[in-house]
């Protein structure tokens, strides 16, 4: 079997978890578990994070999976529903969902339902991806008041900008504005806001990527807030190569010796998720410890220096990123974020999870 594999670390999940509850005393937690659990493997996450007051997915069959599996949290959809025959679903098994659009209202205005359904009304507060402008606002919360097949309703709005310097000063008061008169519970913060900004903290938060142990603020390493890595993507030297001066490896000859280089094979490559605009230099760690990519990022496997490490040969463990390298720094030698390498882990890796 190929060495390569994703560890999932219940402990380092629960960990986080009491982190985000450490900042959000008084929310209730609605833990993001979209992208089977950012890369982390749905159930494993749900596992990891029981504790948690409820679980937001994207998909009705996540959802299901996760009821099935004996989950009775708050379930909730951030895309809301796609089309009328998930809404019997969403009823028969009590899944909450975004309402973004009026033909979301259309939907739940012409349905029949066994059971009615709670939604999460969501507002654009300048973002513009999901959500009534605050203008719609007040009649699509109308409507749903009206609406007999609904029977709860939680005011939400997601920020652009948490992560960034100018903060959400400006769509959180347009979000308390628009709603100041509605007594509804409320959900604004994702991880960003849930460390960055308290006043926003609400009834739900939404915390996501900082329960996986990345940070939701570039710049800002993860353990600075306290959190733990709940992925170590591990794998092993399989081949190793000495270069003299001159020499080239891999595809484009992107990396030639200056000087002599042993270069270990490792196991890894673009197929596995790891990110091909990785360049000469990204953070890797050999034998417990940390050196550098060389050469171009293959479709099963990648160059890693080990000049300085003699111990290193077939065999040795590399971690691609976890406790001595994190994820965001990989991610920011590659130009992305956390968010994306975490995501990408490939179907192929097998997900190893330890309690
Ligand atoms: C993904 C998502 C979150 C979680 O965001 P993080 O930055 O990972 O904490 C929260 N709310 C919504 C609507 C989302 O789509």
Redesign the pocket.
């Known amino acids: 079997m190929r060495p390569i594999q994703a560890i999932i670390k219940l402990d380092a999940l629960r960990h986080n978890l009491a982190v985000a509850k450490s900042h959000a005393p008084h929310s209730k937690i609605?833990a993001?578990i979209?992208a089977n659990g950012?890369g982390h493997g749905l159930l494993n996450v749900a596992q990891g994070l029981r504790t948690a007051d409820g679980f937001?997915v994207l998909g009705i069959d996540e959802a299901i999976t996760l009821r099935q599996a004996g989950f009775d949290q708050t379930l909730l959809l951030?895309e809301g529903l796609f089309a009328a025959n998930e809404l019997q679903s969403a009823s028969q098994h009590n899944i909450n969902f975004?309402v973004h659009c009026f033909q979301q209202i259309d939907m739940l205005e012409q349905a029949k339902l066994a059971h009615p359904v709670s939604v999460f009304l969501?507002m654009n507060t300048g973002m513009n991806r999901?959500g009534f402008v605050p203008a719609d606002f007040a009649c699509a919360r109308q409507r749903l008041a009206d609406c007999p097949n609904v029977v709860g309703i939680t005011l939400?709005t997601?920020f652009a900008t948490?992560?960034e310097a100018q903060g959400v000063a400006a769509p959180f008061a347009l979000f308390q504005q628009t709603t100041a008169a509605l007594d509804y519970p409320k959900s604004v913060?994702?991880?960003?806001a849930?460390l960055r900004y308290p006043q926003t903290h609400a009834d739900w938060v939404?915390?996501?990527?900082?329960?996986y142990g990345a940070t939701?603020a570039a710049g800002t390493a993860a353990s600075s807030f306290g959190l733990k890595p709940a992925m170590t993507l591990s794998s092993k030297i399989i081949a190793v190569q000495i270069l003299r001066p001159g020499d080239s490896a891999g595809y484009g000859q992107l990396f030639t010796a200056t000087r002599e280089t042993r270069l270990s094979i490792v196991a890894c490559g673009y197929a596995d998720g790891y990110p091909r605009h990785a360049p000469n230099g990204t953070p890797i760690a050999v034998a417990g410890q940390v050196t550098q990519t060389l050469g171009r990022v293959s479709m099963d496997m990648l160059y890693a220096d080990i000049t300085h490490i003699p111990q290193a040969t077939i065999g040795s463990a590399v971690e691609l990123w976890g406790e001595q390298v994190s994820v965001d720094a990989v991610a920011e030698a590659a130009g992305t974020v956390g968010?994306e390498l975490l995501c990408a882990v490939a179907p192929r890796v097998p997900l190893k999870v330890v309690a």
């Open positions: 609605m993001v979209k950012y937001a951030l975004v969501k999901l939400m997601h948490a992560d913060a994702n991880s960003a849930i939404r915390p996501g990527i900082m329960l939701p968010y």
